[in-house]
């Protein structure tokens, strides 16, 4: 068996992991009392209002209606209290509070005939201030000119830019993912490396060289960091792949990053395959993902203590699929492309209901206990 290691990786397949077959399913699950789920999902459609929908109902209970049109990116708040919501074309951001359900602000930096359009951004855990890339396309006369991209640090309170940030490594680039610590005194910057900066200062204070292959001769892990309310602030699990360079082959694994620690344990499944949208259930003791490809979808399930598959279920899939876990672990959430929210059991896979939101989907975030009727 493939063993967590760190620094380095001992490499096993799992057996059965590459074939077609489908294992068995475990027994379905025992009749102890549920809680239930208590979350809230927050829906972006195409009009000018975010539906919110009760997790135990699955009922649209609220619309909140957004001040500049279509809802674009969705950020929650470190405490969970507030939504930051870009618009569709990136030059607005508003504020949703979770708690009375409307918009209570909004800003923009266009001015006049320079128009500012968002790329990324990120709130501080305090919420002071958001750093914001983007770039400004000015109209003239003549011709439309496109500025550099930039980092722009954001007063939330005063609205006013505080700052422009130099890039870090002064590589300037298109797009890129900043992260705060739980404290909000360090940014990760995630690049090549990992370059590690103070949040007052925008120096760098520390690299970690994620670039690096973990052990001579094998090939580099590019962890992906996406944010789970069921795991600790700054711990992230997920599935990566790299290349064999001996054998030139793609593998794929369970990676657990620990970013104040710079520690990386990544333990090997076998040959990659079409397998995404990686959800962990909460407690952390497994996670799910999707098996997608034209005439075949799967619904795989992770033994994450363990560090294996123990499920595999071909199902009627979606041509794009997103996959959310439910509050209390019970259910899964198809999503994505349409109008309706497929509901699974989770360890059975059997298709209990179609929830039909009300409209198209652009994008949607599940607030575990945030106030559900």
């Known amino acids: 068996m493939a063993l967590f290691v760190r620094g380095r990786i001992r490499s096993a397949f799992l057996l059965g992991l590459a074939t077609s077959g489908v294992v068995s399913l475990a027994a379905p699950r025992s009749g102890e009392a549920q809680s239930g789920p208590d979350g809230t999902f927050y829906i972006s459609t195409y009009t000018d209002q975010i539906r919110v929908l009760d997790e135990r109902t699955l009922e649209v209970v609220d619309l909140i209606q957004t001040r500049n049109g279509i809802a674009g990116r969705f950020v929650v708040s470190h405490d969970r209290q507030r939504l930051y919501v870009s618009d569709a074309i990136g030059e607005n951001i508003e504020v949703i509070d979770f708690a009375e359900r409307r918009s209570i602000d909004s800003f923009t930096l266009s001015r006049g005939s320079d128009q500012f359009r968002f790329r990324s951004f990120d709130v501080n855990p305090q919420e002071t201030y958001a750093l914001i890339i983007g770039k400004t396309t000015t109209k003239l ?100 792949r790299m290349t064999d360079p001996i054998n030139n082959r793609r593998m794929m694994g369970l990676v657990r990053v620990n970013l104040a620690e710079k520690d990386m344990e990544f333990r090997t499944l076998g040959p990659s395959q079409p397998v995404g949208r990686f959800v962990l259930a909460p407690g952390g003791e497994r996670a799910w993902g999707l098996y997608s490809e034209v005439g075949r979808y799967e619904f795989w399930t992770f033994d994450l203590e363990n560090g294996r598959v123990s499920e595999r279920l071909e199902f009627p899939g979606r041509p794009r699929m997103g996959l959310l876990s439910s509050t209390d672990g019970e259910l899964l959430y198809i999503h994505v492309a349409g109008n309706t929210i497929d509901v699974y059991d989770s360890e059975t896979f059997e298709h209990l209901r179609t929830v039909d939101v009300g409209g198209d989907m652009r994008g949607l975030v599940l607030i575990p206990g945030s106030g559900a009727p």
């Not at 939330?156 to 505080?162: C, D």
């Not at 990760?188 to 052990?215: G, K, N, P, Q």
């Open 141 to 240: 006369v003549d011709r439309f000119e496109v500025g550099s991209s930039v980092i722009i640090q954001y007063d939330l309170i005063n609205h006013e830019i505080m700052d422009t940030i130099p890039w870090p490594g002064d590589h300037e680039r298109e797009s890129a993912s900043f992260m705060f610590s739980p404290d909000g005194e360090l940014v990760y910057y995630s690049a090549e490396d990992m370059i590690v900066l103070d949040s007052e200062t925008f120096t760098e204070v520390d690299r970690w060289e994620i670039s690096r292959e973990l052990e001579p001769g094998l090939g580099r892990v590019r962890p992906g960091f996406t944010t789970s309310y069921y795991e600790e602030p700054g711990i992230f699990t997920g599935l990566v």
